[in-house]
């Protein structure tokens, strides 16, 4: 994904840091307005995670600090539960006035119990997915209370929430408990996605149950097994962006995808690798992979390595041949299962290579075929493996033209 730094203002004029995540070389096809936990930036890797599972699947996501918290401008000490709400309406209407109105909204801890709130006004908004999301915001209230601080002359008191440290007034416990929320959950009138964790220590599995039982259909819910209140885990983080990718699309009206009949010399294929580790997102002809190398490397083993993808075109490429020859000659041919294997070996050891000095690249092919054929077939469809595209590409001479592209801005 692509991420662009922004800035808007909220009811007060004070101006908050926000990220917008756009789809790798495509327009979104829709926008969602994400809403953290307010002792969580729009930084948390949680976050960034189901944000770029929502991009792969050509949904833009807005994420912000609310206003004093990480790159926001403002006073946390000064805000409630009441004025984070209008943080969130105020990123609704600036997606709406410079770029589209969302369609999906996502809150994560308080921040579910936020857009729960919100979205009665968003009414762009066609789902909801809440994340470790409390009932209600009475839940923090008494946790809050349970603090050993004593009250500074002002009447702030520090406390620590999650891990994080920060300063609130008397008036945030008031706001919370005055703020109902089984209301606006019974009339949400929109798709609702509750996720959560029977494991949660922060805000119990029962909350879950509550917002289940007020809310109507359509509802569904998904265990989080195992996972921890900030899913600090990152396959809890993506699988909930890839459930919430799948689900918000059965309410987005999109355009049925077009048929792709571009000739190959109009292939194109993106890659993108993020500032963190070697997970590569791959948008090849429109279809979202991702790529990534195995933890003894130093990877996360999220996804094939680029040699994978290499010998996955090389097999795909000769069973396809294969298959294509066959057709064409009425052949009784069923199956086509091409086994592949990479390695660096030493070139003394090749008996082929015109090389002899070092090491060269040596692929294994074991071609497994089923099918009434005789021999002479089989043989024959050998043959004609060779003759794939890419295999004949691998064996030609290949020069790669690199040229630096300047950022747009």
Not at 349 to 354: F, L
Request: proline residues 5%; hydrophobic residues 40%.
């Amino acid at each position: 994904m692509s991420s662009i730094k922004l800035t808007f203002p909220n009811a007060d004029g004070v101006q908050l840091a926000a990220r917008l995540d756009l789809p790798l070389d495509e327009p979104p096809i829709a926008y969602a307005l994400f809403a953290h936990c307010f002792t969580c930036t729009m930084n948390l890797k949680a976050v960034a995670n189901i944000s770029r599972a929502l991009t792969a699947e050509g949904i833009a996501v807005l994420r912000f600090d609310f206003t004093g918290l990480g790159e926001s401008e403002g006073e946390f000490a000064d805000t409630n539960f009441s004025s984070n709400v209008q943080d969130l309406i105020a990123a609704a209407r600036f997606l709406d006035e410079n770029y589209d109105a969302p369609k999906v909204l996502i809150g994560h801890s308080l921040g579910g119990a936020a857009v729960l709130q919100a979205a009665a006004a968003i009414p762009s908004s066609l789902a909801v997915a809440t994340i470790a999301a409390p009932c209600s915001p009475e839940h923090l209230a008494r946790l809050l209370r349970e603090t050993d601080q004593e009250p500074a002359p002002d009447g702030t008191v520090r406390i620590t929430l999650g891990g994080q440290t920060f300063t609130i007034k008397q008036q945030f416990l008031d706001d919370l408990d005055e703020t109902r929320m089984q209301e606006s959950i019974r009339t949400l009138r929109k798709a609702l996605l509750i996720f959560h964790s029977p494991i949660d220590q922060v805000v119990g599995v029962e909350h879950a149950a509550r917002i289940f039982q007020a809310a109507k259909h359509p509802k569904s819910f998904i265990s989080l097994d195992r996972a921890d209140h900030l899913l600090s885990d990152q396959r809890d983080s993506r699988y909930v962006g890839l459930m919430i990718a799948a689900w918000a699309r059965k309410y987005i009206d999109t355009p049925r995808p077009t048929a792709r009949l571009k000739p190959l010399s109009e292939q194109h294929v993106v890659a993108q690798t993020g500032a963190e580790g070697f997970v590569t997102e791959v948008v090849a002809n429109g279809t979202h992979l991702l790529a990534d190398e195995p933890v003894a490397y130093g990877g996360t083993d999220l996804g094939p390595t680029p040699y994978d993808y290499l010998l996955s075109g090389l097999g795909a490429c000769t069973s396809m041949t294969m298959r294509m020859y066959a057709d064409r000659k009425g052949w009784p041919l069923k199956t086509i299962t091409v086994h592949l294997r990479h390695q660096k070996i030493h070139a003394r050891d090749c008996e082929e290579c015109e090389t002899r000095q070092g090491k060269v690249d040596q692929i294994e092919r074991e071609i497994e075929i089923t099918g009434p054929l005789d021999d002479e077939q089989r043989a024959r469809l050998i043959e004609i493996a060779d003759r794939c595209p890419v295999h004949r590409t691998l064996h030609s001479e290949i020069h790669v033209k690199t040229s630096l592209k300047q950022p747009e801005m």
